[in-house]
């Protein structure tokens, strides 16, 4: 079905512009090649997340379409939470960087393109500290996802 949405495609450009046959291929290449470029990146950021638990921070950074690194952190060696938000479309939009550094191998977590950071840095440090105080016996749930 969809290949030939994408042929009717080519034969409207063909009718409506009168271009040639090797214009119309040469449009419709361009725009399946668009689409498929637009489909891939979103692929990508969308299955880039993070979860916030009450025990750790899980981060799955998607990096290619068959690449993905999932990294950690323990509250309990959460030693600062900082975050970022510069440029005049992230400030609009209220995306940003948070930075969370850690007592581990892996000194820096990097939450990126964070909706709302600030209310997502409050979230990790109020778990943290409830960490802290209940210590690691209780069973895990998830925050924030």
Known sequence: ??????????????????????????IFLATVFTIAYGLYHWFVWANDLYIITNQRIIRINQMKLFSRRVS???LSKIQDVTFEVSGMMRTFLNFGTIYIQTAGAQETVVLEDVED???????????????????AHQKEKVLLR
């Open 117 to 135: 950071p600030y209310a997502v840095q409050q979230k990790i440090v109020t778990a943290q500290r409830l960490a802290e105080g209940r210590g």
């Open 1 to 26: 079905m969809t290949i030939l949405a994408l042929w009717l495609l080519v034969f409207l450009i063909f009718l409506i512009f009168r271009a040639s046959t090797p214009t119309s291929v040469a």
């Open 72 to 74: 950690e952190a323990s």
